[in-house]
């Protein structure tokens, strides 16, 4: 695993810089293979009156006291507690032109997979994460892959872009090996975390997701989730709860300073946020098709190991 600095400076990317085609493919192929793209600035503008809105909310014991979340398609704020409207109503433009640069400083860089993604939630996250009080399966401390309880990806993956907006403290980051190497070490009945079904392969559970699609597709609201996504899930669970795991697994320290960016899959690449406060991000669920190394993907990983199809 590697952290990799995009070649243009933070200013020659704000002022519309693109990288080449060939640039911008390998910028795609080192974040599948598990690498950190990192960029030494914010290449867009976030207005100091904006950054010092959203640095003083939390310290004066207001409507911050968890993270916010950003949902881009419907406009709309959740995790926000204060009652105060024009806090909210400002907390949400703030977030919304976070996710716009955002998306529009990716499309340059990672041309390959402009239009072939889904904008997921953005957020704000104010809280100091050392020593964050969490239940285990919630933990940022120890080291897991991502995967979404409630919004399976059926294979597409999990592509994160953060901003570290504290004026003074760094982020701190730890990661081990990327996925492909932890399915091959723990995936299977000697790993300890069961592999998945192949998809078609038993009737009960055909069955069962049969009936929760017709119960979405009338609008009751049940996850529908593949036998890639019920692994991912129960592998992001096996990997907080392996005691042994965490302790001597080899690791890689990362600091990512004030005011800097960067951007991983989180599905691929094992992470745990060690210390830091402060923090902005936007989650993009790219297409699993838009892969430009798409063997390096989770769900081929596995489906190779399964020998047949995990999702539909
Ligand atoms: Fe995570």
């Given amino acids: 695993m590697a952290l990799i600095t995009i070649e243009s400076s ?8 693109r990288p080449s085609d ?10 599948e293979l598990g690498d950190i793209l990192f960029i030494p600035g914010i290449p867009f503008d976030i207005p100091q009156d904006d950054l010092n809105f959203l640095l003083q909310q939390e310290q ?28 909210a109503d400002r907390t949400r433009s703030i977030m919304r032109a976070y996710s716009q640069s955002a ?30 009080d969490l239940s285990l ?27 570290n907006i504290n004026p003074a403290v760094p982020r701190k980051w730890m990661t081990t090996s990327p996925f492909d190497a932890l399915a091959q070490q723990f995936a299977g009945k000697a790993g300890g975390c069961a592999l998945p079904k192949p998809l078609g392969g038993f009737a009960l559970d055909n069955a069962v997701r049969g009936i929760k699609q017709t119960f979405r597709s009338i609008g009751i609201p049940v996850t529908v989730r593949s036998p890639y996504d019920d692994f991912m899930l ?23 300073p004030p005011n800097s960016c960067w951007m991983v899959y989180t599905d691929m690449t094992s992470h745990a946020v060690l210390s830091g406060q402060y923090a902005l991000e936007q989650t993009y669920i790219v297409s699993k098709d838009a892969m430009v190394t798409p063997e390096k993907a989770p769900v081929r990983i596995l489906e190779k190991m399964v020998g047949a199809p995990l999702v539909s």
Avoid at 10 to 17: D, F, H
Avoid at 22 to 31: F, K, N, P, S
Avoid at 142 to 161: E, K, Y
Avoid at 236 to 254: D, R
Wanted: proline share 5%; glycine share 6%.
């Fill in 10 to 17: 933070p200013e020659a990317l704000k002022s519309g810089t």
């Fill in 22 to 31: 060939a640039a911008a493919r390998d910028y795609c192929r080192h974040l």
């Fill in 60 to 87: 004066s014991g207001g409507a911050f006291h968890k993270n916010v979340a950003y949902r881009t398609n419907e406009d709309r704020l959740t995790g926000f507690a204060g009652d105060n409207a024009v806090d």
């Fill in 103 to 132: 998306t529009k400083l990716l499309s340059m860089l990672l041309a390959p997979y402009t239009e072939r993604w889904k904008l997921d939630y953005a957020s704000y996250r104010p809280l100091e994460e050392d020593g964050r």
């Fill in 137 to 163: 399966h919630k933990r940022n401390d120890l080291l897991h892959t991502d995967a979404f309880p409630s919004r399976p990806t059926n294979g597409d993956r999990i592509l994160r872009f953060f901003t």
């Fill in 234 to 256: 129960r592998f992001h669970n096996f990997l907080k709860e392996n005691g042994e795991f965490q302790k001597n697994c080899p690791k890689e320290y990362w600091d990512f």
